[in-house]
């Protein structure tokens, strides 16, 4: 896998994205998280999974510099495998945290809610938010689902509409992570829950987590087409895409400086 490192301890395994400096998610990046999930779902000797990024960055989200690139059937396929990911988080069985070493907007943030448990780094720069809105990218409904499991309707409802990005000390407060803790000590903070968890019968854990999201899972759209063929449709919209294009062109000259 290329864009992703394992490092496989006693009882569990620790997935760090490894694409590039900020960890920006394209459609390898997705298929490899896919393989490696499912991979570790099936290993009866991996009883639980952490999940983090690099110094700084969990996720800067979406590559959209490449997927500007992609055609039409590209980006169908990549909307298509991104939400079956979303979808394969949310309803993993096993214990799942995710250990936020920084910046973690939009995409990343769409990884981290799929966790049971989110330690993020502290730090007044550091941000996590669903800003789909911002950015002209049509969120989907079961994403809104999950963003409202955390931190309730009103909220959810708010923050998603306005595009906001929270910093830490906001979504600690929201109940958007549980944690905030020094960077170089985030992946420790994971590993030391991970091992609570350990110590527990672990078909109970499993069972108990299943009970605790019937509800979130019911409100799902397993399928969720029409969703994700809204978001590939409002993708090639003339004015989105000069949007995009003058991010990019922002973004490359900020670069070349």
Same mark, same amino acid.
Not at 86 to 95: A, G, H, N, T
Not at 128 to 153: H, K, P, R
């Given at each position: @896998?290329? *864009?992703?490192?394992?490092?496989?301890?006693? +009882? #569990?395994?620790?997935?760090?994205?490894? !694409?590039? /400096?900020?960890?920006?998610?394209?459609?390898? @990046?997705v298929q490899d998280l896919r393989d490696i999930f499912y991979e570790l779902g099936k290993n009866d000797t991996v009883k639980g999974v952490i999940l983090t990024g690099k110094p700084h960055y969990f996720s800067a989200g979406l590559d959209l510099i490449e997927l500007y690139g992609y055609d039409k059937s590209q980006i169908q396929d990549f909307f298509v495998s991104?939400?079956?990911?979303?979808?394969?988080?949310?309803?993993?069985?096993?214990?799942?945290?995710?250990?936020?070493? =920084?910046?973690?907007?939009?995409?990343?943030?769409?990884?981290?809610?799929?966790?049971?448990?989110? #330690? @993020?780094?502290? =730090? +007044? *720069?550091?941000?996590?938010?669903?800003?789909?809105?911002?950015?002209?990218?049509?969120?989907?409904?079961?994403? *809104?689902?999950?963003?409202? #499991?955390? &931190?309730? +309707? =009103?909220?959810?409802?708010? #923050?998603?509409?306005?595009? /906001?990005?929270?910093? =830490?000390?906001?979504?600690?407060?929201?109940?958007?992570? +549980?944690?905030?803790?020094?960077?170089?000590?985030?992946?420790?903070?994971?590993?030391?829950? @991970?091992?609570?968890?350990?110590?527990?019968?672990?078909?109970?854990? !499993?069972?108990?987590?299943?009970?605790?999201?019937?509800?979130?899972?019911?409100?799902?759209?397993?399928?969720?087409?029409?969703?994700? !063929?809204?978001?590939?449709?409002? $993708? $090639?919209?003339?004015?989105?895409?000069?949007? &995009? /294009?003058?991010?990019?062109? %922002?973004? %490359? %000259?900020?670069?070349?400086?």
């Open positions: @896998m290329n *864009t992703l490192e394992v490092l496989y301890k006693t +009882d #569990y395994a620790i997935v760090q994205m490894n !694409r590039g /400096k900020v960890n920006a998610i394209n459609f390898e @990046m991104f939400g079956a990911l979303y979808l394969e988080l949310v309803q993993f069985k096993k214990p799942f945290i995710s250990a936020i070493t =920084g910046h973690s907007p939009a995409g990343g943030c769409v990884l981290a809610v799929t966790s049971d448990n989110r #330690y @993020m780094a502290e =730090g +007044d *720069t550091y941000v996590i938010g669903l800003n789909e809105v911002a950015v002209n990218i049509q969120i989907s409904q079961n994403l *809104t689902e999950v963003y409202a #499991y955390w &931190m309730g +309707d =009103g909220l959810a409802h708010r #923050y998603i509409l306005s595009g /906001k990005l929270l910093s =830490g000390k906001e979504a600690l407060a929201a109940g958007l992570v +549980d944690e905030l803790v020094p960077l170089e000590n985030v992946v420790l903070r994971a590993e030391t829950q @991970m091992h609570h968890y350990m110590q527990a019968d672990q078909e109970i854990l !499993r069972n108990t987590k299943a009970k605790l999201r019937k509800h979130l899972w019911d409100k799902l759209d397993l399928k969720a087409e029409n969703s994700l !063929r809204e978001a590939s449709e409002l $993708w $090639w919209k003339p004015e989105i895409r000069a949007k &995009m /294009k003058a991010y990019m062109e %922002s973004f %490359s %000259s900020r670069k070349n400086q």
